[in-house]
């Protein structure tokens, strides 16, 4: 697109001031948003032909009453956490206007995530008076949404022509994503729904993780037990233990039980040590152990683990 020359001068002067404010609206954002766990933020100033073409349309009496000036996005997994970004943001950047917050047509599945217009925060604009008059957009939209829209905004929104099966088929895609976001939102609630069926090999390690709560502090667990599970797993169906009879083992051998230095993982592969070793190390033949001092102390026989089975630290 060409440009005329006295916009592009116009343009460039202002360029400077346009990266210092995108340079502290995304330090902002990333500082007051964290909590949110935003998948990614991003934050861009306008470039000269988009900008030119908006004050073409005549909606603009100056370059700075456009309103994404300098536009930012925050992506986030669930659409509550977007919103409560939103209202922090509110809070930092004050609000020129709320776009989109209100509840749309049920029929209406345009592009209509909620965006703020804004400005920067006083206290900076009194250490930077010159970024007086930006003004900013931020939008905040969830994971899926934000796919799509990168997906099609290019070819949708700015392409050569107009497609009705384009913009049809971006309503379709748009309706999907919002009921996508909804059960993402509450995958938990939605999946129980009915009663579980029997699965052997989820039955097994779900009797794994009881009999870890059952023998073990809960402060002493990891958050991810199914991780926990699998790996316990392993050396379990090697050394020929059962959940219930890993319980009873953990009851007899208190001082591995009890040991402080050990995790549970630790106290599992103890366990098998003490009671199934040769089992244990003969069945295990493609598998690597790790092997703390900590194990070696409290469990000597930890020590017979060959050298070609250990993971080095």
Avoid at 134 to 154: N, P, R
Avoid at 246 to 257: C, K, Q, Y
Avoid at 300 to 308: L, N, S
Wanted: hydrophobic share 40%.
């Amino acid at each position: 697109m060409l440009l005329p020359g006295s916009f592009k001068t116009a343009y460039e002067a202002i360029i400077p001031d346009l990266e210092q404010g995108v340079e502290y609206v995304r330090s902002r954002l990333h500082a007051e948003l964290a909590e949110f766990r935003p998948v990614v933020i991003q934050v861009r100033r306008k470039e000269a032909e988009s900008l030119y073409a908006k004050l073409q349309k005549g909606e603009a009496a100056s370059i700075f009453d456009v309103e994404d000036l300098i536009a930012a996005r925050g992506v986030f997994l669930h659409t509550a956490e977007a919103q409560n970004a939103m209202t922090t943001a509110e809070r930092v950047f004050p609000p020129i206007e709320a776009k989109n917050v209100e509840a749309g047509k049920p029929t209406d599945f345009r592009y209509q995530q909620p965006h703020l217009i804004c400005r920067l925060p006083n206290d900076y604009l009194a250490r930077h008076p010159n970024l007086t008059q930006l003004k900013i957009e931020v939008q905040f939209t969830t994971y899926v949404q934000h796919a799509l829209q990168e997906s099609t905004h290019d070819v949708i929104y700015k392409g050569q022509r107009f497609s009705w099966r384009e913009h049809r088929l971006d309503g379709r895609l748009r309706g999907l994503l919002e009921i996508v976001d909804d059960v993402l939102a509450n995958v938990s609630s939605v999946a129980n729904i009915g009663d579980e069926p029997n699965y052997e090999l989820f039955d097994a390690r779900n009797r794994i993780i009881e009999a870890a709560r059952e023998s073990f502090a809960d402060s002493s667990l990891p958050d991810d037990m199914r991780r926990f599970a699998i790996t316990v797993e392993g050396i379990l169906q090697a050394a020929e233990i059962s959940p219930a009879e890993l319980v009873e083992f953990m009851n007899r051998h208190a001082d591995i039980a009890q040991a402080f230095s050990l995790t549970p993982v630790d106290k599992v592969l103890g366990i098998a040590l003490r009671e199934r070793r040769e089992k244990l190390l003969s069945r295990s033949k493609r598998r690597l152990f790790l092997v703390t001092p900590e194990l070696e102390t409290v469990v000597p026989e930890a020590k017979t683990i060959p050298a070609g089975q250990r993971v080095k630290v």
